[in-house]
């Protein structure tokens, strides 16, 4: 009898947490429709975070695939399952945008490296062509673009 | 338009950038002096065009290295043959110019000659010459980097750190494509060497700072320490062409 009772309290809780994963997720996907409406998240990064949104839901509503799925992977508690697979989730992302903001400081340097470049030429240009340096404009301008 | 070319990079050196203009007019009148102002919040690039200079202004700070490769790329869009670096707050004595062209006009198989003040005239390597100090901990630094350095390259090199560089078209060629970013000055030593440009050092006598502070603390240096290693070590990895001397147009990063 007690043993019963035990086991409709923990399937409540159950039911409860599942609720709770459920209303995260749906936030999480408002949350990110509103970042890409505003132009505040681009439509790449924003799959990400819906894709993970939905990876919750399934979770959540699909009652017995992480258990199976941490069986298959012979972790006995199917939590741990889900924290290891978070966890390197992040890594994966943090791993990325290292990656992507590399990326931006070497076009950003490349960017101001040009600028400050024209910025000087066009100075020189104006004060008259026979100030330019002495270099022909179209034939430096024709070796600068076909540079990179 | 002269055929060679001193880019002084300088950020916030409005105290020592005109002087240093002066010195390379006087000693090496057959350079065209290029000043990088690199994001300055004072007068440096004011300063400079007063002096005579020619002067890009960065939009923001950007660092020595790339600092340093917009030198190296106006030097490649203005044909200049020969390309000197020469930092702005006077640490370096533009009297030893004419000496490191005459190094790098000599050797026609040597295409970077580096200034270094662990080297004495005679050849010796020891101790820097009268007129530098720097601190146990940059020392140790750069005992560090000339050993790594020197086995990397398979010759003797006693001043990996200095920026005191002088390099010929080829030379501009290759940083003005791929130049280190942070602390540039030994990376770029390795990075010519795998290109298999043949490097030489020359000694020369340092000054103190006449403006401006350093950018390498105690605190800082161990991150400099492990940084550059680390990029040499990859740099070393990399797959660079090694085949002629400035053979860079194929497969290069």
């Known amino acids: 009898m007690s043993l019963l009772a035990a086991a409709r309290v923990t399937e409540t809780t159950v039911t409860f947490q599942r609720a709770g994963v459920i209303v995260f997720a749906v936030v999480v996907f408002l949350v990110v429709f509103e970042l890409v409406r505003r132009r505040a998240l681009m439509e790449r990064y924003a799959l990400l975070w819906l894709g993970a949104a939905v990876v919750l839901v399934v979770l959540a509503v699909w009652r017995g695939l992480l258990t199976s799925v941490s069986g298959d992977l012979h972790i006995y508690t199917p939590v741990n399952a889900l924290f290891a697979a978070g966890f390197v989730f992040t890594v994966a992302l943090l791993l990325h945008f290292s990656m992507v903001i590399s990326r931006l400081s070497e076009q950003n340097k490349v960017l101001a490296q040009r600028l400050a470049l024209l910025d000087q030429r066009?100075?020189?240009?104006?004060?008259?062509?026979?100030?330019?340096?002495?270099?022909d404009p179209v034939e430096a301008g024709t070796r600068a673009v076909g540079k990179r | 338009m002269n055929r060679y070319l001193a880019i002084v990079p300088a950020h916030n050196e409005v105290g020592a950038?005109?002087?240093?203009?002066?010195?390379?007019?006087?000693?090496?009148?057959?350079?065209?002096?290029?000043?990088?102002?690199?994001?300055?919040?004072?007068?440096?690039?004011?300063?400079?065009l007063a002096a005579g200079a020619r002067v890009v202004s960065l939009p923001f700070n950007v660092g020595i290295g790339a600092a340093v490769q917009c030198g190296y790329l106006y030097a490649q869009a203005h044909g200049h043959e020969v390309a000197v670096q020469v930092d702005g707050d006077g640490q370096h004595d533009p009297r030893d110019i004419p000496r490191l062209l005459a190094v790098l006009s000599a050797e026609s198989d040597t295409h970077l000659v580096t200034g270094s003040r662990f080297l004495h005239a005679d050849g010796q390597a020891g101790e820097p010459r009268a007129g530098h100090r720097s601190t146990a901990y940059r020392r140790l630094g750069i005992v560090v980097f000339a050993r790594v350095v020197s086995a990397l390259t398979r010759q003797r090199v006693t001043d990996p750190t200095s920026g005191?560089?002088?390099?010929?078209?080829?030379?501009?060629?290759l940083f003005a494509r791929d130049y280190p970013s942070d602390y540039p000055e030994?990376?770029?030593?390795?990075?010519?060497?795998?290109?298999?440009?043949?490097?030489?050092e020359v000694g020369v006598r340092m000054r103190p700072r006449s403006s401006g502070r350093s950018k390498i603390s105690a605190s800082v240096s161990v991150y400099y320490l492990i940084k550059v290693l680390?990029?040499?070590?990859?740099?070393?990895?990399?797959?660079?062409?090694?085949?002629?001397?400035g053979a860079l147009s194929e497969g290069a990063p």
């Open chain 2, 164 to 173: 005191y560089r002088m390099t010929d078209r080829i030379g501009i060629e």
């Open chain 2, 186 to 200: 030994v990376e770029a030593i390795v990075l010519a060497h795998t290109y298999a440009l043949h490097t030489r």
């Open chain 2, 17 to 48: 950038i005109a002087a240093t203009i002066g010195e390379i007019h006087a000693a090496a009148p057959q350079f065209d002096v290029l000043v990088i102002d690199d994001g300055s919040t004072d007068d440096t690039a004011a300063a400079a």
């Open chain 1, 122 to 135: 066009v100075g020189t240009l104006e004060q008259g062509p026979e100030l330019a340096n002495g270099d």
């Open chain 2, 230 to 245: 680390l990029a040499v070590f990859v740099s070393a990895l990399r797959t660079h062409p090694q085949g002629e001397p």
